[in-house]
């Protein structure tokens, strides 16, 4: 089912000739998925990489063993990392990345089940945003999907805070 974000961020990626690409870990695809409910979003959309393992983002998306040691999966460094890498490696001019704690297990004390970071990385720069969701593990994927989409089209709006 396509949502009209979806259907405006095509427009938008379409009217500009940009191509967008994505780095998910606990989306699991959920992303690339929306993106691609809409007709004629290869002309746009480059492709998707679901790296959920530590060995995989390293090995897929170029993100350092010492950042993930350093500071784990789920933080601002990892995934303007997984973003920078998605970018690079699917030659987009925009990527998006998200990893978090779906739940229901795996929260710690300074990183409760739901937290979740995105990145994005631009031609015009890099940002990361930070949420903490309060659902059930589909619940949680649903809303990081919805959110990296609206990170996107926040850029596209020119509307970053």
Same mark, same amino acid.
């Given at each position: 089912?396509?949502?009209? =974000?979806?259907?405006?961020?095509?427009?938008?990626?379409? @009217?500009? &000739?940009? *191509?967008?690409?994505?780095?998910?870990?606990?989306?699991?695809?959920? =992303?690339?998925?929306?993106?691609?409910?809409?007709?004629? #979003?290869?002309?746009?959309?480059? !492709?998707? =990489?679901?790296?959920?393992?530590?060995?995989? *983002?390293?090995?897929?998306?170029?993100?350092?063993?010492?950042?993930?040691? @350093?500071? /784990?999966?789920?933080?601002?460094?990892?995934?303007?990392?997984?973003?920078? !890498?998605?970018?690079?490696?699917? !030659?987009?001019?925009?990527?998006? #990345?998200?990893?978090?704690?779906? &739940?229901?297990?795996?929260?710690?004390?300074?990183?409760?089940?739901?937290?979740? %970071?995105? /990145?994005?990385?631009?031609?015009?720069?890099? %940002?990361?945003? *930070?949420?903490? %969701?309060?659902?059930?593990?589909?619940?949680?994927?649903?809303?990081?999907?919805?959110a990296a989409l609206q990170f996107v089209?926040?850029?596209?709006? !020119?509307?970053? *805070?």
């Amino acid at each position: 089912m396509q949502r009209q =974000i979806e259907v405006t961020l095509g427009q938008l990626l379409r @009217a500009r &000739g940009l *191509k967008l690409s994505t780095a998910e870990s606990c989306t699991g695809g959920l =992303i690339a998925d929306r993106i691609t409910d809409v007709p004629g #979003s290869s002309e746009y959309f480059i !492709g998707g =990489i679901v790296a959920y393992a530590y060995e995989a *983002k390293v090995a897929l998306l170029e993100v350092s063993w010492d950042t993930l040691h @350093a500071h /784990g999966a789920v933080s601002r460094e990892t995934v303007l990392e997984m973003a920078r !890498g998605a970018r690079k490696a699917l !030659g987009a001019d925009i990527a998006v #990345s998200v990893s978090g704690i779906a &739940g229901p297990g795996g929260g710690l004390p300074d990183k409760p089940v739901g937290t979740t %970071w995105l /990145g994005l990385s631009t031609p015009d720069g890099e %940002w990361a945003r *930070k949420f903490v %969701w309060e659902r059930d593990r589909r619940g949680n994927k649903e809303l990081s999907a919805e959110a990296a989409l609206q990170f996107v089209l926040d850029y596209l709006e !020119g509307d970053l *805070k």
